[in-house]
């Protein structure tokens, strides 16, 4: 296949050093005679096919061009498309050339990174429908080389009202947790944690329900509802729910004792088998960074060294709700580390505001992991990451001549609009679990809610409510920032820096 690569003059050389290392792809360069190559047009790629005497199968022109090149195909037989946006991802793009066609719409760059993200996920779903687990709790697969399933735990959910919790159930389906852990608030009674199973499980039948408490009361008032999973159980507490665990076949998750040593774990996992338990999860306890984190991940290679074959549980909150950092890279690291160890289950809250989203982190961080696994690779270029701030492959910098250039100065002026200002922040509307960019025009109290600074922005202008430009300038500003942080589940204040 022999593609040509329609451009303009500002970008030829960039054009030209991106695929001067292609190998066996035909490629050639057709400048235009115009400077931004995003302005392509069926003008002036027809000027330029004038002079070009070979024949090529495919024409691509820039990813942010805008014209309809539909008449030109037919005129000259030969189909034209969008390659990338940026020159630096056209050798990437190249590398589907003869797997995946070209779109007239789509700019190549996001048609591919579409494309490979749908494939992993197909990949995912055939590699664990091919999974023989070590056991299923309610058809979700544990063990036996399946992806490590994430367990979200709903931190004091026997506080909650039916409502809360069914808004916090919501909220971590939504962010892809496999099974939902009941936390039992200190001095909680039976009773509340059986409101609590009943209601979750009134609300999600069909996801595995597990209760959190060492209180062998409260463990047997979870059974009794009906939960499907309880952690955790030790020495202390193992004679009085053992019965109606095995009686239940409810999975339980082991801990060892007070001394937290595998020895002591081992004990607990034979002590359970003993009272007829065959579904077991094993969980030798992560500690957080300060408190000894490097030796419990030991005490986890000790186990699997030991035994290979009881499913795993790894307690990654233990450490991303304990240090100041941002959760994402912190959730990825650990998932890497659970997946070498051969885990089965990552255990998360989002208890404090900046390990909010962990539970999606460590979703598709699980994801990654058996990726990788498979493709017996480190977890990158899978399809799916979790780079929220940092970018793959940087965007080249703009490289000017310092000649009459206008150095810009901030105006400390400020004139009032006749017609008012606004209000803005993020908020959330009663029955809608996604927030909303929110912006109230103060003299006339109309409310503009929406997803993204420019919805927000074009609403104000259609709607006449600005009439001088250092107030667009400023709420264009202002939406941005609230835009940045509704993306990256931030707080925002308005006028306040968002970093």
Sequence with gaps: MRILLATGRKAEEMVKDAIANLGDI???????????AAFSTPKSLRKALEKYSKNCDLILVPGLCKSDFRGLEKDIATPVR????????????????DKQEFSSRVPADVLFAEKRKENAHKLLYKLEDSVKATFEIKGVKIGGGARMKVCAEMVDATLMNEHELQRKIGYFMKSGADILDIGVHIGAKPAAVKRAVTAALAFAPDIPISVDTLDAELILAGVESGADMVLSVNKENIAAVADAIAETDIVPVVIPDSEASNESLFENIKMVKEYGIKRIIADPVLNAVGYGIAESVYNYYRFRLRDKSTALFFGAGNVTELI?????????ALAGIASEL????????EYSDKARGSVRELR???E?????????????????????LKEKRRKPVLKIQDKELVVAN????WRLDPKGG???????????????????????????????????????LRLELVSVLEHVSYLSRELTKAELALRLDRGYEQDETLF
């Design 410 to 413: 901030a105006d400390e002026k």
């Design 342 to 349: 051969d885990a089965d289950i990552l255990f998360t809250p």
């Design 26 to 36: 035909c490629c050639d360069v057709l400048t235009q005679d115009l400077n931004i």
């Design 324 to 332: 100041d950092a941002d959760s994402v890279g912190v959730n990825a």
């Design 364 to 366: 598709v961080a699980s």
């Design 368 to 388: 990654l992991m058996m990726l990788s696994k498979t493709r017996r690779s480190a977890p990158k270029d899978v399809g799916l990451d979790l780079l929220m």
């Design 422 to 460: 606004f209000r803005i922040g993020i908020c959330e509307i009663e029955g809608d679990d996604d927030k909303k960019i929110y912006a109230e025009h103060v003299p006339t109290g109309k409310r503009i809610v929406g997803c993204s600074a420019r919805a927000v922005m074009d609403t104000i």
């Design 82 to 97: 969008l390659g990338p946006r940026n020159a630096y991802d056209i050798g990437e793009a190249l590398k589907y050339a």
